[in-house]
Nanobody, 124 residues
């Protein structure tokens, strides 16, 4: 059974930084495409960033390009999301997700496993 556990969320002032981590159980982490999504109150879950199995390719939604960086360490079964220059509109629950068949997907339905989420709150 694959489990994803996020950590690193919290309360930060606008302009600040956070690094989210997601540890994935199981021996096949290095074969998964990984993604980060977020969901604000009253809104649908939206794509934030994705990374392929080796870490050689990354994808971002437009609003976070240049501010967020996704990375992975296959030796530690961990994917990261470094968030700089945070804005109040980045406030949401952030979810880590793993896909067995897709890399760089923007679609929630193409991810097979999800974490429980971690809250990020950016104050103005």
């Amino acid at each position: 059974q694959v489990q994803l556990v996020e950590s690193g969320g919290g309360l930060v002032q606008a302009g600040g930084s956070l690094r989210l981590s997601c540890v994935v159980s199981g021996r096949t982490f290095s074969s998964y495409g990984m993604g980060w999504f977020r969901q604000a109150p009253g809104k649908e879950r939206e794509f934030v960033a994705a990374i392929n199995w080796s870490g050689s390719s990354t994808w971002y939604t437009g609003s976070v390009k240049g501010r967020f960086t996704i990375s992975r360490d296959n030796a530690k079964n961990t994917v990261y999301l470094r968030m700089n220059s945070l804005k109040p509109e980045d406030t949401a629950v952030y979810y880590c997700a793993a896909s067995q068949h897709f890399s760089g997907s923007y679609y929630v339905t193409q991810y097979d496993y999800w974490g429980q989420g971690t809250q990020v709150t950016v104050s103005s």
